[in-house]
């Protein structure tokens, strides 16, 4: 039987072609054939969820006056909107489903708060949104004027919720009741000027892409505490530009990361240990990459100015250079399902 793999994308778009698009790729078949197709008018969807059990997608209205629309999946892979509700906050840019599919958690950047929206049994964004501010500033003046949460996790124990705040160069850990976050998060403080952006795991140690400093700031995480040690820093990118880190994913004990301003992709490895990582090497990438995600033995990399996804293969423990390239408009996340 021959595996077929769907891939849902966010975008930002500024005209008719803003939506949630997909594309799929059946075994053996090769990317050079793959096309996307708008699934969902909806503006600017820039990331994607999907429920852990119901067949429900969710994405941000990443804006001023943030929204997150639910989305019920055909059997066809047709998209039909069940609700929408405000985030919480301003300018939503990540979404994360609690395992047990009640609660649906939103970064959102504009002012830091973290939103908890309620789900509905079947999975639908209800009205309930519970949210959570902070306060806080970083020393980079015209990125960290205050809270920018960016990024949503759930520790490696499942008994956290950890959102990265860019602004003040914090992690937040919230303790969670039944996925519920409690009011007071626990606070670890990374290295000034960071601006921690996304997070990778593996074992107990927690890997940040710092936006602002262009490095990899490993934190050795306790369960117990909700807290965090920084044990390491290493920078993502040589290349020439400027070293803006975006998404960073986790395959085995290869790092990949987005750097956009040199517009690469870094490879780095984890130490035997999980306390330090070393750059292996970087390659081109598609303008401006934004999320990434593993495909097979494949990473793709949502190249937002370069209106297209682009293809590179992993070899020896290595992304290569892009070999393929699907035309999404705008495309900022890539999301498997």
Known sequence: MTMVRQFWIGTKAQDSSSGIWRFYKGAGSPWSDVTAVLMA?????????????????????????????????????????????????????????HPQGQWLYVANYGDGVLGAIELTEAGDVGE??????????????????????????????GDWLIVTDLGTDQLRAYPLDEGLPEDEPVLTSLPAGSGPRHVAMLGNHLYVAGELSGEIVTVDWDEGTGQGEVVHTEAASTADGRHQLSHIERAGDRL????????TLATLAIAEDGASTRLLGEVPTATWPRHLTMAGESVLVAGENADQVAVHPVSDGQAGEITD?????????VLPM
């Open 41 to 97: 008018v909806a503006p600017m969807p820039t990331f994607l969820a999907v429920h852990p059990h119901a067949e429900r997608l969710y994405a941000v209205g990443e804006g001023t006056r943030g929204g997150v629309a639910s989305y019920d999946v055909g059997t066809d892979c047709s998209l039909r909107r069940t609700g929408t509700v405000g985030s919480g906050g301003h300018g939503p840019c990540h979404l994360l489903v």
């Open 128 to 157: 309930h949104v519970r949210t959570y501010t902070h306060s806080g500033s970083g020393p980079v003046v015209d990125r960290q004027d205050g809270p920018h949460a960016h990024f949503c996790a759930l520790s490696p124990g």
């Open 256 to 263: 990949f990361v987005g750097v956009r301003g040199a517009d």
């Open 325 to 333: 390239r699907i035309a999404v408009p705008a495309p900022m996340c």
